[in-house]
Structure formats: structure tokens, C-alpha cells
Nanobody, 119 residues
Framework: QVQLVESGGGLVQPGGSLILSCVTS????????ISWYCQAPGKEREFVAA????????TYTDSVNNRFTISRDNAKNTMYLQMNSLKPEDTAVYYC????????????WGQGTQVTVSS
């Protein structure tokens, strides 16, 4: 059974930090590229960051570049999103996604974790 379980969300003040985790099971984690998306109220789900299966190459949407860091630990089947210098506009539900490197239609989503940035 495939599972992607996110944690680490919560309420944080502007300028604060959070670390999101996504623990996976039920598939060969190292064969999947992984990414984070977010969805704010009333908006569509948007790409935040992605990292290759080997953890070497990462890409970010412009609004989080130099503030967020995506990483993975293939030994623990876990992905992370370090979020620094948080802004109110970062408020959203954050989802992790795993997609097979050679079968794009083979992908999985986590259930989401709420991040709220507010004073």
C-alpha cells in the first residue's frame, strides 16, 4: 500500500521557519523524483520545488528561491522542505508528490499539511 505522510506544518510568524517532512512507503522511493506543491484557498495547486532521484539537482519556483530548500533521504524514504523567511503569502496546504522517473503516469500525492504564516 502506497503512503505519503506529511508532517511539520503549523502556524508560524512572518520571518519564521518550518521543516516539512514526507515519509513514504509502498514503492521504490529512489526510483522517483519528488516535489512539493502548495494550494492556497481559492487557488489552484502550484509547483514549489522538485529534486532529482539522486538528490543532486533541485528546482524552485521563483517566489521561494533562496528561502526554501528541498531535500531527500533515500535511506529513510523521506523528503523534506526547509522553509525559511516565511511570508504571509506562503500560507497554503503543502503537498508532497512522487513521480516515477521513467513512467510519468505513475505518481502519488500526500494528503497535505497546512502552513499558516501570520502574526
Amino acid at each position: 500500500q502506497v503512503q505519503l505522510v506529511e508532517s511539520g506544518g503549523g502556524l508560524v510568524q512572518p520571518g519564521g521557519s518550518l521543516i516539512l517532512s514526507c515519509v513514504t512507503s509502498g514503492f521504490t522511493f529512489s526510483s522517483y523524483s519528488i516535489s512539493w506543491y502548495c494550494q492556497a484557498p481559492g487557488k489552484e495547486r502550484e509547483f514549489v520545488a522538485a529534486i532529482t532521484r539522486d538528490g543532486i539537482s533541485a528546482t524552485y519556483t521563483d517566489s521561494v528561491n533562496n528561502r526554501f530548500t528541498i531535500s531527500r533521504d533515500n535511506a529513510k524514504n523521506t523528503m523534506y522542505l526547509q522553509m525559511n523567511s516565511l511570508k504571509p503569502e506562503d500560507t497554503a496546504v503543502y503537498y508532497c508528490k512522487a513521480r516515477h522517473i521513467s513512467r510519468p503516469s505513475d505518481y502519488y500525492w500526500g494528503q497535505g499539511t497546512q502552513v499558516t504564516v501570520s502574526s
